[in-house]
């Protein structure tokens, strides 16, 4: 019998989010640190409207033809009347191995994505369903996080129910002049202002809203510091060397510009040194928060260090960025691990995970003829 040589990887990347483009170039990153030796790749670039596109046709972007000619072209190929269109192209790539999803934000970070690979019974990379939901969504993250102890900035939720019951006058007096308006499930800064009048709040809660129908309010930290550690692992987890995040005293803070459009002005140090307790406790607060919210495979957890070294977790990012500039592989290199072992590693905690999870029991009772519920008789 012929031993399969290499393992078969799905590498998904795009996706509807405002954060496309950030993950084609992670999905580049990935692709050539993979050791061709031991990996064959299938790329499957889902679109901006959500239509996943064929491996041969997911190379001709990744080698710069025009995104939406090749979809457009693509689409006339699958029957659009079949519900599972959208994911057609997934059919045929044969014995994929494990997924490796590097789409960032909706659909990717989710839970989304997780699910279809549920259904599909196939390992993959990072966190499930629920801890991928969970720490998605802002809210919900701070929700865990306080429920065990660890310590996040304080803030009010806005929906468009409640939306008139939180004025600036309102959430001044709750959390200070000055805030941070952010939607809850949205990432690399997008939406995100900060207020300290009534104008400006006024006009970041409508822009928030356009992306979300849950919007946080936060207090802000004096100073800050920004903080990032990479965590990597299963039930056994393992925090990378911290790393800051310098940028520029005329940006308010690390948006969208200068995270992927022009960051010449930000500077990262990797590693940080910061005073021996600080790096403990944030580290510690890494794992905590990692095993709080039950996640997989990998995390970039962010903090807001305060001017008097109280460090404050920020948000989680279950599929952190492989770009150029992306704090999380950075972190590990300065760590000792390469990017190319951080991929294996990535990949073999992927089929881990699955292996544990396949060894669950999912026995049911199969109802009979004289069960209670085919005996059951509505009362008149």
């Known amino acids: 019998m012929e031993t399969k040589s290499k393992l078969h990887v799905g590498l998904l990347f795009g996706g509807n989010s405002s954060e496309h483009d950030v993950s084609k170039r992670s999905a580049h990153n990935i692709y050539d640190a993979m050791d061709k030796a031991n990996y064959e790749v299938s790329l499957f670039l889902l679109t901006r409207d959500g239509f996943v596109l064929s491996d041969a046709a997911s190379r001709r972007v990744f080698d710069g033809e025009d995104e939406a000619t090749v979809a457009t072209e693509e689409k006339t190929k699958v029957d659009s009347s ?18 490796f999803p590097i789409i960032h934000g909706n659909l990717g970070e989710d839970g989304t994505i997780q699910g279809l690979f549920r259904l599909l019974k196939k390992p993959y990379v990072g966190s499930g369903v629920l801890a991928s939901a969970v720490s998605f969504d802002k809210d919900m993250t701070k929700q865990v996080l306080t429920a065990h102890g660890i310590r996040n900035t304080k803030y009010v939720v806005l929906t468009p129910d409640n939306r008139d019951a939180f004025d600036y006058a309102t959430v001044q007096a709750k959390l200070g002049d000055n805030v941070f308006i952010k939607p809850a499930n949205q990432g690399s800064s997008v939406g995100i202002h900060k207020a300290g009048n009534a104008q400006e709040y006024n006009e970041g809660i409508a822009d928030a809203f356009r992306y979300d129908y849950k919007v946080l309010v ?26 800051a995040i310098r940028v520029p005293k005329s940006d308010v803070f690390y948006d969208y510009n200068n995270k992927f459009v022009d960051a010449s002005g930000v500077t990262f140090e990797v590693p940080v040194e910061l005073p021996e307790d600080l790096t403990q406790e944030i580290t510690q607060m890494g794992l905590q928060t990692y095993a709080a919210l039950g996640l997989k495979g990998m995390a970039r957890i962010d903090y807001l260090v305060s001017k008097d070294g109280v460090p404050y977790v920020g948000e989680v990012n279950t599929l952190p960025g492989f770009t150029n500039i992306s704090l999380y592989p950075q972190l590990w290199q300065a760590t000792g691990i390469s990017y190319a072992d951080l991929i294996d590693r990535l990949i073999q905690l ?18 009979s003829d004289n069960s209670a519920a085919s005996t059951y008789k509505p009362k008149n």
């Open 218 to 243: 936060e207090q802000t930290i004096d100073g800050p510091e920004e903080v990032e550690i990479s965590i990597l692992g299963n039930e056994h987890q393992e925090a990378s060397k911290l790393g």
């Open 350 to 367: 992927a089929l881990d995970e699955f292996k544990v999870q396949d060894q669950l029991a999912y026995d049911f009772i199969p109802l």
């Open 82 to 99: 079949n519900p599972l269109a959208p994911i057609w192209n997934l059919s045929q790539a044969k014995d994929i191995d494990v997924f």
